[in-house]
């Protein structure tokens, strides 16, 4: 009985096959068949570990997955780094948003400049050929030498140190053994723990040269953002930060995705207020000097803004296949009106 092959790589549309990996299998590792030797060396021996699933465009997982990095003993670790679950966040949700005075502020600043600057690190590194472990590799690296933590790592059980979404992956993509190609899109989304507080940072990158629709996409992401962010100051309303967004979304043929939202973050890695990025929301609330949140409008191609999940239970994909970007900043409202605290430096921008 053959399997289809299950090369996440596959340059034969994965047919029927026999042929298994030897190493997978003396190790223990099932499922990993290939159609040929062509096939094999373009995956580099990785495998789709949920070959039944009914996938909606052409990304694939591609195990197996790298062992889990460590963290030197002298690093501080947020709550959840032993048992994935995020302790804080509990208490922080059962409370309003918090106002922060100017010592956590620029306990924050710090925290988000760093995040800012590994995300550049990353994005640097991106070209046709490159794994997203190994990009994982360069985060996490990057991370643990500026005495930080990944916040992402163990975070209800994650297993990496970002998050990388390639093409139609929505959100919350898990680094594997997926090699970069020419025309690719892939969004990096940077969250570290520096003495006691986490940052958070995302932006959407090109492979090489992508297609004018890829392209489009990231402009209209990076608009519904900026646009979002001009709105906030002392009084504005929470809600309307979506009454913004989506319309920029639709003028250019595309959607925001309405399951996902942005949060409050401080000692907690997710806490009040929740940013709701599309109209018609019901957020309460204004926004008052002191309070820091992140603002991250996942935004896909077409008029459908919904997702699906793989069976990893993170993956989040579009329900047609078709690309789906995001950019993320961190915002302080001021006395009169905002800080972007995740902002790139200027003189990178």
Same mark, same amino acid.
């Given at each position: 009985?053959?399997?289809?092959?299950?090369?996440?790589?596959?340059?034969?549309?994965?047919?029927?096959?026999?042929?298994?990996?030897?190493?997978?299998?003396?190790?223990?590792?099932?499922?990993?068949?290939?159609?040929?030797?062509?096939?094999?060396?373009?995956?580099?021996?990785?495998?789709?570990?949920?070959?039944?699933?009914?996938?909606?465009?052409?990304?694939?997982?591609?195990?197996?997955?790298?062992?889990?990095?460590?963290?030197?003993?002298?690093?501080?670790?947020?709550?959840?780094?032993?048992?994935?679950?995020?302790?804080?966040?509990?208490?922080?949700?059962?409370?309003?948003?918090?106002?922060?005075?100017? %010592?956590?502020?620029? @306990?924050?600043?710090?925290? /988000?400049?760093?995040?800012?600057? =590994?995300? *550049? +690190?990353?994005?640097?590194?991106?070209?046709?050929?490159?794994?997203?472990?190994?990009?994982?590799?360069?985060?996490?690296?990057?991370?643990?030498?500026?005495?930080?933590?990944?916040?992402?790592?163990?975070?209800?059980?994650?297993?990496?140190?970002?998050?990388?979404?390639?093409?139609?992956?929505?959100?919350?993509?898990?680094?594997?053994?997926?090699?970069?190609?020419?025309?690719?899109?892939?969004?990096?989304d940077i969250?570290?723990?520096?003495?006691?507080?986490?940052?958070?940072?995302?932006?959407?990158?090109?492979?090489?040269?992508i297609d004018?629709?890829?392209?489009?996409?990231?402009?209209?992401?990076? %608009?519904?953002?900026? @646009?979002?962010?001009?709105? /906030?100051?002392?009084?504005?309303? =929470?809600? *309307? +930060?979506?009454?913004?967004?989506?319309?920029?979304?639709?003028?250019?043929?595309?959607?925001?995705?309405?399951?996902?939202?942005?949060?409050?973050?401080?000692?907690?890695?997710?806490?009040?207020?929740?940013?709701?990025?599309?109209?018609?929301?019901?957020?309460?609330g204004t926004?008052?000097?002191?309070?820091?949140?992140?603002?991250?409008?996942?935004?896909?191609?077409?008029?459908?803004?919904?997702?699906?999940?793989?069976?990893?239970?993170?993956?989040?994909?579009?329900?047609?296949?078709?690309?789906?970007?995001?950019?993320?900043?961190?915002?302080?409202?001021?006395?009169?009106?905002?800080?972007?605290?995740?902002?790139?430096?200027?003189?990178?921008?």
């Amino acid at each position: 009985m053959s399997v289809l092959c299950q090369s996440a790589a596959c340059p034969n549309g994965n047919p029927p096959s026999r042929l298994e990996c030897p190493t997978c299998a003396k190790i223990g590792i099932r499922g990993s068949f290939f159609c040929g030797q062509e096939c094999f060396k373009a995956g580099y021996g990785s495998y789709n570990p949920f070959p039944s699933y009914n996938f909606t465009g052409p990304m694939r997982p591609a195990y197996p997955l790298s062992s889990k990095r460590k963290i030197p003993d002298h690093i501080q670790r947020p709550d959840y780094a032993t048992d994935g679950i995020p302790k804080s966040e509990k208490k922080a949700y059962a409370s309003p948003p918090e106002m922060h005075g100017p %010592e956590v502020i620029e @306990k924050l600043r710090t925290v /988000c400049r760093m995040s800012r600057e =590994i995300l *550049d +690190l990353a994005a640097a590194a991106l070209r046709p050929g490159i794994t997203t472990d190994e990009i994982d590799e360069i985060v996490h690296n990057a991370t643990i030498e500026r005495n930080a933590y990944p916040s992402t790592l163990n975070y209800r059980n994650y297993p990496k140190s970002l998050c990388t979404s390639v093409n139609e992956v929505v959100c919350h993509g898990i680094p594997d053994q997926t090699r970069l190609k020419e025309g690719d899109i892939i969004n990096l989304d940077i969250s570290v723990y520096y003495q006691g507080y986490h940052g958070d940072v995302n932006g959407t990158y090109p492979v090489g040269k992508i297609d004018d629709e890829s392209a489009k996409l990231l402009r209209t992401s990076r %608009e519904c953002l900026d @646009k979002a962010i001009a709105l /906030c100051k002392p009084g504005a309303l =929470i809600r *309307d +930060l979506g009454k913004t967004i989506e319309p920029i979304a639709r003028a250019n043929g595309c959607s925001a995705v309405r399951t996902y939202t942005g949060h409050g973050i401080n000692t907690s890695f997710h806490s009040p207020p929740d940013i709701p990025h599309y109209a018609k929301n019901k957020a309460m609330g204004t926004m008052k000097p002191g309070m820091i949140f992140t603002i991250e409008p996942m935004i896909n191609l077409g008029p459908n803004g919904g997702e699906v999940h793989w069976p990893d239970n993170w993956t989040a994909t579009t329900t047609d296949g078709r690309r789906s970007a995001q950019f993320e900043e961190t915002i302080l409202i001021t006395e009169t009106g905002f800080e972007i605290l995740t902002a790139v430096p200027q003189s990178n921008a």
